[in-house]
């Protein structure tokens, strides 16, 4: 073997605590990095694949960030303390929760990146399809399963979708990311459902569980809200229903302009109800998949999520500390079940350090069983606190710095990265809300604790920041004066979280981001002298009109030149002079076919052959020979429109399409459908043929492949 | 034990005051970024004054880190070796206070760097940032604290409490006559 070509990693040695097929699928990844450092990978190939790894490259060259996939935000304190742990060694110490309640660690280098995953694993986390044009994170409303205006605690469903759709085999070819979330109620946000791909949202009928379906939503630079799919669907339907959308999606949608490639233009254009005939037709041609109950009857059985103390009622007050008051008024609220409370623990633009994190693990341990979930507002959650526990509680968060009050009020400001680490950032957005964090503690502390006002701020036009659905949105942009660029925030006002996430604001103007500050200031001041009763500021907005609204902020959207006003021409938080840089964006991925995955799979696969010749291993050698030609075979058959899920029997398949149609060489053929009547062998002679058999099979299927595929 | 550490954290701790303003820290290192020759290979600025008592502002590099760190116990200075180490466990902690020294330096000699804060001689936390390799236990600190003793700049060296942290110790100066 030369010495240049990187054998398969083989961690079972080190890692024998992590199930087998985990621990395989992070050894053809640290495989897969060290062939494509090696040359012997395609890049493009390899960015996708390392996304659906949830690795994605920063703004800044060289380095990553690791994205680590939380469904329905639901997280353990020993999860957590390895997440911690994690962030310490290999980013820079702090994690950030992200609007898909997601973790992201920052400046990660790559070669550390299989051991993060081994690690993670090893407490029942993957980062397997964070990032890519797959099934992204499930979300669900983090107060599921306590909140008193649920329908049902949609947890379980969620959870079921998450595992159902994870590597599934019709959700490996989309145009674009796909995400799905789950809410408990329809009238409070924490679902958002109207923005997501699917949004499932909690019915009951006739006594059954079930869902009323939105599909098609999302935000981004046009953003959509979803069509109603169904208002009523078994909840045992939901996994064959997202799996039938998956298939419509990877068949129809865009695949080469990326602007256009996500389910909410393929319904805009084919209509609703085209829609749904495709759907329900790919429904009933579905083979019956026994996990379509298993997975949720394994969740209601694995998801039993109780207190760990007994209810209480909260004695008195005048035992707690200072602060206590306020932080029970704004973070703690009463759950469904009598004695307990869900407590919101506010992170400031969702960073916590890896020091805090592991506190608050420790301290979770004491009052609550595990019950921990990040949120779609960047905070954590601890459910289950019995009442009288309270005060100590609050107590032991002020002493690790987690008690600061604020959770879902002005001041809780989200944030997308911007570009502190995103290539697509025009703007500084974390500069931003750092600012107005500040901001909040001092001249604005008057209202900072405003409740019915909600900011949100995205570096860009894509709405990673969900701008759209903020009373108070801004995203990032760039104005020119003289021969000078300034970094500016189109401000949008309007947008409702309500009715997960029934209106999306209005673009009123530009401001410059010094002047950000006073704007939300002035907005803040005229919806409170505009308010009829319970208007939202959405409802101010409607009523009075655009243009009125704009002429109370006309003031603060001037911008000064150069010579004037040196201080507009940098960004927050960044004390030098701006310059607008944007790259290409990792968001939207790759798009790679899926028989191109196959082909690569097929390719190292038959390396790992070549191997097992090397030491003798002559039966294993034959066995992988195959396997790896069988796989070169499925890419094929892919481009005949045969799924995986589908279940074919390959050979019987590949003979049909390929061998007795003259569509592939037919030796070569022959070989490989003579290879599975007789079996893997162990004859040193025989062995050596058929990997010498394999080589040409796969180079033959990539010759069919690329002249299939037009290359 | 694996001797091949690589991950080696390295603070020098200072006296700040409350709540101290790190702005400053942004024109410095933004200035060593843009310089763009140094050996730690620096990428770019990260910005984390947002958090009490977390990152504070940090210059991140394929090499190493450096930051104005506000982590407990303390403010410092805190460099953060993330590769180049070779030789004996010794070897590599040398190098590593070699390397936060001339860092230290680097920044304490910056005309932006705040009068307000002072540094406490001597005063430094070590941390071995790498569980895997060496776990915090009392093998880890059986094979470490020699080699760390013998390559530190200071008097004591005692190890943190904390069983949950990492491998941590506190080197102190000789108390002064």
């Given at each position: 073997m030369p010495a240049s070509l990187p054998a398969p990693v083989d961690s079972s040695a080190e890692?024998?605590?992590?199930?087998?097929?985990?621990?395989?699928?992070?050894?053809?990844?640290?495989?897969?990095?060290?062939?494509?450092?090696?040359?012997?990978?395609?890049?493009?190939?390899?960015?996708?694949?390392?996304?659906?790894?949830?690795?994605?490259?920063?703004?800044?060259?060289?380095?990553?960030?690791?994205?680590?996939?939380i469904p329905m935000g639901r997280l353990s304190a020993d999860q957590l303390t390895v997440l911690a742990d994690i962030a310490e060694e290999y980013a820079v110490g702090v994690l950030h929760v992200t609007t898909r309640q997601d973790f992201q660690c920052h400046f990660v280098d790559i070669n550390d990146t299989p051991n993060l995953m081994r690690r993670l694993a090893a407490v029942g986390i993957t980062t397997r399809e964070a990032c890519g044009n797959v099934v992204r994170n499930v979300t669900c409303c983090p107060h599921a399963g306590v909140c008193s205006d649920e329908t049902f605690d949609v947890t379980p469903h969620a959870h079921a979708m998450a595992y159902f759709m994870l590597r599934h085999s019709d959700a490996q070819n989309f145009g674009r990311k796909f995400k799905i979330s789950y809410s408990g109620c329809e009238g409070h946000p924490c679902g958002l459902g109207r923005m997501h791909d699917i949004g499932a949202v909690a019915r009951i009928r006739d006594g059954a569980e079930g869902f009323q379906v939105l599909v098609g939503g999302g935000l981004g630079a046009l953003p959509h809200q979803a069509k109603v799919y169904s208002e009523f669907l078994p909840a045992e339907e939901m996994l064959p229903l997202a799996q039938a959308i998956s298939r419509v999606f990877a068949r129809f949608g865009e695949k080469k302009n990326r602007a256009k490639a996500r389910l909410k233009f393929l319904i805009a254009k084919q209509g609703i109800d085209e829609f749904r005939r495709l759907v329900e037709q790919e429904r009933s041609r579905l083979p019956r998949d026994?996990?379509?109950?298993?997975?949720?009857?394994?969740?209601?059985?694995?998801?039993?999520?109780?207190?760990?103390?007994?209810p209480s009622a909260l004695d008195s007050a005048g035992t707690a500390g200072p602060g206590f008051s306020e932080w029970?008024?704004?973070?703690?609220?009463?759950?469904?079940?009598?004695?307990?409370?869900?407590?919101?623990?506010?992170?400031?633009?969702?960073?916590?350090?890896?020091?805090?994190?592991?506190?608050?693990?420790?301290?979770?341990?004491?009052?609550?069983?595990?019950?921990?979930?990040?949120?779609?507002?960047?905070?954590?959650?601890?459910?289950?606190?019995?009442?009288?526990d309270l005060p100590s509680l609050h107590a032991d968060l002020r002493s690790i710095g987690l008690a600061e009050t604020g959770a879902g009020r002005l001041k809780d400001v989200v944030a997308c990265p911007g570009t502190d680490s995103c290539k697509l950032g025009i703007t500084s957005s974390r500069g931003l809300a750092a600012h107005l964090s500040k901001e909040f503690a001092n001249g604005m502390s008057g209202i900072a604790r405003r409740s019915d006002l909600k900011i949100k701020i995205s570096g860009c036009f894509n709405s990673c920041g969900q701008h759209h659905i903020a009373d108070i949105g801004f995203f990032g942009s760039v104005q020119r004066k003289k021969n000078d660029t300034a970094p500016v925030f189109q401000v949008t006002l309007g947008g409702s979280m309500r009715n997960n996430a029934e209106s999306y604001g209005l673009a009123i103007g530009k401001i410059p981001s010094q002047n950000v500050d006073k704007a939300i200031a002035r907005v803040s001041e005229f919806y409170s002298r505009e308010k009829r009763g319970d208007e939202t500021l959405s409802d101010v907005v409607a009523r009075l009109g655009k243009t009125r609204v704009k002429t109370e902020l006309q003031e603060f959207m001037a911008l000064p030149t150069y010579d004037e006003e040196p201080g507009y021409y940098r960004d927050m938080r960044q004390p030098w002079q701006y310059k607008r840089s944007i790259g290409i964006g990792e968001c939207a991925g790759e798009v790679v076919d899926q028989a191109e995955f196959l082909l690569e799979d097929a390719d190292r696969i038959h390396f790992e052959s070549t191997l097992h010749l090397e030491r003798s291993r002559y039966g294993e050698a034959s066995a992988k020979a195959f396997e790896a030609c069988k796989k070169a075979a499925d890419a094929l058959l892919f481009t005949k429109g045969l799924w995986l899920s589908d279940r074919y029997d390959t050979v019987a398949e590949f003979q049909k399409h390929f061998h007795a149609a003259g569509a592939f060489y037919r030796p070569f053929a022959d070989n490989f459908l003579r290879s599975a009547a007789e079996g893997p062998s162990s004859d040193p002679e025989r062995a050596r043929l058929r990997v010498e058999e394999a080589t040409l099979f796969i180079e033959a299927a990539q010759g069919v492949y690329s002249q299939a595929a037009g290359f | 034990m694996d001797q091949s550490l690589q991950r080696i954290d390295v603070k020098l701790l200072l006296e700040a005051g409350q709540d101290p303003d790190l702005d400053p820290f942004l024109v410095i290192f933004d200035r060593w970024r843009q310089k763009g020759d140094h050996p730690s290979d620096w990428v770019d600025l990260a910005d984390y004054a947002h958090m009490p008592g977390g990152p504070g502002i940090l210059i991140a590099g394929k090499r190493d880190t450096f930051s104005i760190n506000l982590n407990p116990p303390g403010p410092g200075l805190l460099t953060s070796i993330r590769r180049g180490l070779s030789g004996t466990l010794e070897d590599r902690f040398r190098e590593a206070f070699r390397r936060a020294g001339q860092l230290n330096a680097a920044v304490l000699a910056e005309p932006e760097f705040p009068g307000r804060f002072r540094v406490l001689e001597g005063a430094w936390e070590v941390f071995l940032n790498d569980r895997l390799q060496f776990p915090n236990s009392d093998e880890s600190d059986r094979a470490v604290r020699p080699a760390l003793a013998a390559a530190a700049p200071a008097a004591s060296v005692s190890r943190h409490r904390d069983p949950s942290g990492r491998l941590g110790y506190s080197l102190r100066p000789a108390p002064s006559r």
């Open positions: 890692w024998a605590c992590l199930p087998e097929d985990l621990r395989q699928e992070i050894d053809v990844y640290e495989t897969e990095l060290r062939r494509v450092q090696a040359g012997l990978v395609d890049e493009k190939l390899f960015t996708e694949f390392r996304l659906r790894h949830g690795v994605y490259g920063q703004r800044q060259d060289r380095v990553q960030m690791q994205r680590i996939k026994p996990r379509w109950e298993g997975e949720l009857l394994d969740a209601v059985t694995s998801l039993r999520e109780g207190p760990l103390r007994p029970l008024d704004i973070n703690v609220r009463p759950q469904a079940q009598d004695g307990y409370s869900m407590v919101e623990v506010y992170l400031p633009l969702g960073d916590i350090t890896s020091v805090q994190a592991r506190q608050l693990a420790e301290v979770s341990r004491r009052y609550v069983q595990d019950t921990l979930r990040t949120s779609v507002n960047q905070n954590l959650l601890l459910q289950w606190v019995s009442n009288a | -």
